[in-house]
């Protein structure tokens, strides 16, 4: 997940950055480009002249000796064709340098990439796509969604590890083999996609080398799984380009990958076999320009915005450069929708994109075609006689009039692909003007052709005459987080005598504080859980509560009870992978009796509770049996105590947790045991219109090394971590147990 340059290690993953050595970085750039040019590529987009951002005309140092005269517009248009020939010059000897080879751009099997204009990264546990009342993959229904909101999607990056792995020794493979349902399902769903003309992608995580080792090499490893689904695609997280080993793994499958790193490749030799990148785009107002799709159009970009609430730039951008839009919205299971104004523009984009895709390949593209406006930026693409244009508008407002100036030639005819009418050109000696209406931050779209003959286009017409009916400046930009709701949790009935191994915990008026420990979100509205006392999901919350009194295990429940409850209740779960997953022949190991259970899904748990006559904790309940009122960091005080918790065990795989009653000095002020550093204990779960989570205490004894994108611990008293709900197969965890209550009020 990183890579030590001289000596300093360089961390970098999902717009969190770290720059070291920077004048070593500097150096090695320059060396990769080693070629003379006034527009040298910048983390892979190009500039563009700085005529284009000049708001004001000016004069001769724009125009210099341009006879034609001197407005602004002729002069850029001057210094365009310069800074083309300048740009495929580049090109051209770029192309030398790395051993230009495009015949993984002319595979067959690969070409699908090429139109991979929408993608989004959705989670595996997205409720949309998984039905876990049916324990079935609702393809059909994530698909209808993505339709009815935005258009439809090209290709899936279906993402299963991240946040929940490290949580335990599992690995990014064997969290995909505990998707429900194991391989079978999943290459039935896969199939199903297939279906529907949609491309799946996995990711692979090199950086996960501290949990579980596969004992081959993580290309073998990534290429077989992914044979076995029968997955098209690869995402490289974190990679800024996929090693050569992982297409030589996948083409000795028999099944080739498209790949596509997280960021730009750091060589363009890499361009020679990865067909797809994300691009972490920066945008002007006059757009950059894909130094890949300079090197060769047919290198799909999906640019990648997540934590953008509007996509209006990063959709603009796209469209310029015939690329594509990670249309993210499930972020880590913190819900950032596209908004209606968003949505429409994707799914006006998306429908010309795929209409005109086989223009938008074309060696001969012609980047920032001149425009008769200011802020209206557009790109030719010529194929056969014919020649397409996608525009946008920069500028806050909306523009009428003439928009692009053309070489006249007679019998061609002009449609407004954007608008769905045919356009009159005014013709003045050697060149025609083409008008038509651009919304503020808008699009547009034209075909000059002799002859409308193909069906895809003018299928385009009729629907974009249609869809103009509504301006996307009628529709709303403004992005609103979406509600969550805690699962109730119903009471006990009171117990006519103490319960044997609980602590009764008095009624408090409690002054509840608590943070969570997502990686990445920032303080944003969304992020986190929403408690019934807020409005929206957040981070950080602080809500004095009433809380009656109640009884609590002392310790967590352990593998002795969990049997009691087997063997009284003959209790198996339809989704059965993964339970007690450590047990062998139906118990525990020998001297595991006062061990915490694990490999227990919240259901499992619930239903302990239920035949006990217990439930589970609220986690406010859980947090004052820890904290008591005086407000202390650790259940047994104020400065951490390696004594009152288990050694960490930080291998690559798991060994097994404490006893319960083997860490006294962990005690809480009421004397309530376990509670930090041997297993997670399960507490409330919460759910929206997409996502469902369960919110985790205590932390465990296992901490895998050597990344930070692992599943972080929650020791402090103020501090739980989320986790990601799918289905008991994934769910369940080698560190996570619980402990019950029951109400005393």
């Known amino acids: 997940m990183g890579a030590f340059i001289s000596g300093c290690l360089i961390v970098t993953r999902r717009h969190i950055f770290i720059p070291l050595a920077v004048a070593v970085l500097a150096s090695a750039t320059l060396m990769m480009h080693a070629q003379d040019t006034k527009y040298p590529p910048q983390s892979g987009l190009i500039p563009v002249p700085g005529c284009l951002e000049e708001s004001w005309p000016s004069g001769p140092r724009s125009c210099g000796d341009n006879s034609a005269g001197c407005d602004q517009f002729r002069g850029c248009a001057a210094?365009?064709?310069?800074?083309?020939?300048?740009?495929?010059?580049?090109?051209?000897?770029?192309?030398?340098?790395?051993?230009?080879?495009p015949s993984e751009y002319q595979r067959p099997e690969l070409q699908w990439a090429q139109t991979s204009f929408m993608q989004p990264q959705?989670?595996?546990?997205?409720?949309?796509?998984?039905?876990?009342?049916?324990?079935?993959?609702?393809?059909?229904?994530?698909?209808?969604?993505?339709t009815k909101r935005y258009g439809g999607i090209?290709?899936?990056?279906?993402?299963?590890?991240?946040?929940?792995i490290g949580?335990?020794?599992?690995?990014?493979?064997?969290?995909?083999?505990?998707?429900?349902?194991?391989?079978?399902?999943?290459?039935?769903?896969?199939?199903?996609?297939?279906?529907?003309?949609?491309?799946?992608?996995?990711?692979?995580?090199?950086?996960?080398?501290?949990?579980?080792?596969?004992?081959?090499?993580?290309?073998?490893?990534?290429?077989?799984?992914?044979?076995?689904?029968?997955?098209?695609?690869?995402?490289?997280?974190?990679?800024?380009?996929?090693?050569?080993?992982?297409?030589?793994?996948?083409?000795?499958?028999?099944?080739?990958?498209?790949?596509?790193p997280e960021g730009y490749p750091s060589s363009n030799e890499m361009l020679n076999y990865n067909n797809m990148n994300w691009g972490y785009w920066r945008y002007p107002f006059a757009p950059l320009i894909s130094e890949s799709?300079?090197?060769?159009?047919?290198?799909?970009?999906?640019?990648?915005?997540?934590?953008?609430?509007?996509?209006?730039?990063?959709?603009?951008?796209?469209?310029?450069n015939g690329a594509g839009l990670e249309t993210w919205e499930n972020v880590w299971s913190i819900w950032n929708g596209i908004t209606p104004r968003g949505a429409e523009s994707i799914r006006r984009v998306a429908a010309i994109d795929r209409a005109v895709a086989p223009f938008l390949i074309t060696q001969d593209w012609e980047p920032l075609t001149p425009t008769q406006q200011f802020g209206v930026f557009a790109t030719g693409w010529p194929l056969d006689g014919e020649k397409v244009f996608t525009l946008v508008n920069r500028n806050e407002y909306n523009l009428t009039g003439p928009q692009l100036e053309l070489p006249y030639a007679p019998g061609l005819h002009y449609y407004d692909l954007w608008h769905g009418v045919e356009l009159t050109p005014e013709q003045q000696g050697h060149t025609v003007t083409l008008s038509f209406d651009m919304e503020a931050q808008g699009y547009g779209a034209l075909l000059v052709t002799p002859e409308l003959k193909n069906p895809a286009i003018e299928a385009l017409l009729k629907a974009s005459k249609t869809w103009n009916v509504i301006p996307l400046n009628s529709l709303s930009d403004i992005?609103?987080?979406?509600?969550?709701?805690?699962?109730?949790?119903?009471?006990?009935?009171?117990?006519?005598?103490?319960?044997?191994?609980?602590i009764k915990l008095p009624?408090?008026?409690?002054?509840?504080?608590?943070?969570?420990?997502?990686?990445?979100?920032?303080?944003?509205?969304?992020?986190?859980?929403?408690?019934?006392?807020?409005?929206?999901?957040?981070?950080?919350h602080l809500h004095q509560l009433h809380i009656p009194s109640f009884w609590i295990d002392k310790y967590s429940v352990t593998n002795i009870e969990f049997k009691k409850f087997l063997d009284a209740t003959h209790y198996r779960p339809k989704d059965d992978y993964n339970f007690l997953k450590d047990w062998v022949d139906g118990t525990f190991p020998k001297g595991w009796d006062t061990k915490p259970v694990t490999w227990v899904s919240q259901e499992d748990a619930r239903a302990y509770a239920q035949w006990a006559g217990k439930r589970l904790p609220h986690e406010w309940e859980w947090q004052y049996?820890?904290?008591?009122?005086?407000?202390?960091?650790?259940?047994?005080?104020?400065?951490?105590?390696?004594?009152?918790?288990?050694?960490?065990?930080?291998?690559?795989?798991?060994?097994?947790?404490?006893?319960?009653?083997?860490?006294?000095?962990?005690?809480?002020?009421?004397?309530?045991?376990?509670?930090?550093?041997?297993?997670?204990?399960?507490?409330?779960?919460?759910?929206?219109?997409?996502?469902?989570?369960?919110?985790?205490?205590?932390?465990?004894?296992?901490?895998?090394?050597?990344?930070?994108?692992?599943?972080?611990?929650?020791?402090?008293?103020?501090?739980?971590?989320?986790?990601?709900?799918?289905?008991?197969?994934?769910?369940?965890?080698?560190?996570?147990?619980?402990?019950c209550v029951v109400d005393a009020e």
């Open 625 to 739: 049996a820890a904290q008591g009122n005086d407000g202390r960091i650790y259940p047994w005080g104020n400065l951490w105590d390696g004594f009152a918790v288990p050694a960490p065990v930080r291998g690559r795989d798991l060994t097994s947790p404490d006893n319960v009653d083997a860490h006294p000095r962990g005690a809480s002020p009421f004397g309530v045991m376990d509670l930090v550093g041997n297993v997670w204990q399960w507490t409330d779960e919460y759910q929206d219109e997409h996502t469902r989570t369960a919110v985790l205490r205590g932390g465990s004894y296992y901490q895998p090394q050597g990344s930070l994108w692992y599943f972080p611990q929650a020791y402090r008293n103020t501090e739980h971590s989320k986790y990601l709900l799918m289905a008991p197969s994934k769910d369940r965890a080698g560190t996570l147990g619980f402990r």
């Open 154 to 164: 090209d290709s899936v990056l279906v993402w299963q590890s991240y946040p929940n």
């Open 507 to 540: 009624t408090t008026d409690f002054l509840f504080r608590v943070s969570g420990l997502e990686i990445e979100g920032d303080n944003g509205a969304g992020v986190d859980v929403q408690y019934s006392w807020e409005e929206t999901p957040r981070r950080h």
């Open 293 to 320: 799709k300079v090197i060769d159009p047919r290198h799909m970009v999906n640019i990648s915005d997540r934590w953008n609430r509007s996509k209006t730039n990063n959709l603009q951008a796209a469209f310029i």
């Open 79 to 101: 210094q365009l064709r310069e800074w083309r020939r300048e740009v495929f010059h580049w090109r051209d000897e770029n192309r030398i340098r790395i051993g230009y080879n």
């Open 167 to 260: 949580i335990d020794s599992r690995s990014q493979y064997d969290l995909i083999r505990a998707l429900p349902g194991g391989i079978p399902a999943l290459k039935q769903m896969v199939e199903d996609f297939h279906k529907h003309g949609v491309h799946v992608l996995f990711p692979v995580m090199v950086w996960d080398q501290g949990t579980h080792d596969e004992g081959i090499p993580n290309w073998e490893s990534t290429a077989k799984l992914m044979a076995e689904i029968g997955a098209d695609g690869i995402n490289g997280d974190t990679l800024d380009g996929m090693p050569h080993a992982f297409r030589e793994a996948s083409d000795e499958t028999g099944r080739p990958l498209v790949f596509e």
């Open 122 to 146: 959705m989670m595996a546990e997205d409720r949309f796509f998984y039905d876990r009342a049916t324990g079935k993959y609702t393809v059909d229904r994530y698909l209808d969604d993505v």
């Open 479 to 502: 992005w609103v987080p979406l509600p969550q709701q805690v699962v109730p949790i119903a009471k006990t009935a009171i117990p006519k005598a103490d319960p044997e191994g609980m």
